[in-house]
């Protein structure tokens, strides 16, 4: 299973971006979809978690500003992000969750600055 992420970058504060992640090979039974991000000496923390039948989660520093969506058939999951801060900087990995496994995207850099 590979999971391929894109969209990341350099954006001003208040700027947007959208992070896309697809995932390929053997992924049949997705039970659920997120993004995560790791600032420069932070642990990884969940940003965003979609699941099929709808739940939706978020961290509570992106409510109302981050919209995660996914599509379990196209085995996509993306990230729409606005009114970005700087505090937004970091790497953020996708992830696909199958039967008690967990996979994880490559990482893709936003860094939000002026």
């Known amino acids: 299973v590979q999971l391929q992420a894109s969209g990341g970058g350099l954006v001003q504060p208040g700027g947007s971006l959208r992070l896309s992640c697809a995932a390929s090979g053997r992924i049949f039974s997705i039970n659920g979809m997120g993004w995560y991000r790791q600032a420069p000496g932070n642990q990884r923390e969940l940003v965003a978690r979609?699941?099929?039948?709808?739940?939706?989660r978020y961290d509570d520093s992106v409510k109302g500003r981050f919209t995660i969506s996914g599509d379990k058939d196209k085995k996509t999951v993306s990230l729409q992000m606005n009114s970005l801060k700087p505090e937004d900087t970091a790497v953020y990995y996708c992830?696909?969750?199958?039967?008690?496994?967990?996979?994880w995207g490559q990482g893709t850099l936003v860094t939000v600055s002026s």
């Open positions: 979609f699941t099929p039948l709808g739940f939706t």
């Open positions: 992830n696909f969750d199958q039967s008690g496994q967990r996979f």
